[in-house]
Nanobody
């Protein structure tokens, strides 16, 4: 079983910064892309940022230039550095990973439980 555990959310003032972390644990062969999605009240879940195992990244337009997604060398953790935070960034942030559990098996998406980020003065 694969588990994704997030940490780093909280309350921050507009213009502030937070760093989210997500660590994968359990038994698996490899992890392809990892990323962060968010869901604000009354809205659909949306992609925030994503990074492949090769290091290619993509961001939703609203966070470009403010957020940075990265992974550790072992490729089992993903981070989201969030700078210049705005009230509209308030949401539950979920970690996502495309996991290959055994060699030659198709990848499967796993999700973390989510961590609340609130941007307010």
């Amino acid at each position: 079983q694969v588990q994704l555990v997030e940490s780093g959310g909280g309350l921050v003032q507009p213009g502030g910064s937070l760093r989210l972390s997500c660590a994968a644990s359990g038994s698996f062969f490899s992890i392809n892309a990892m990323g962060w999605y968010r869901q604000a009240p009354g809205k659909q879940r949306e992609l925030v940022a994503r990074i492949t195992s090769g290091g290619s990244t993509e961001y939703t337009d609203s966070v470009k230039g403010r957020f940075i997604v990265s992974r550790d060398g072992a490729k089992k953790s993903v981070y989201l550095q969030m700078n210049s935070l705005k009230p509209e960034d308030t949401a539950v942030y979920h970690c996502n990973a495309d996991v290959v559990t055994v060699i030659r098996a198709p990848q499967k998406a796993y999700w973390g439980q989510g961590t609340q980020v609130t941007v307010s003065s």
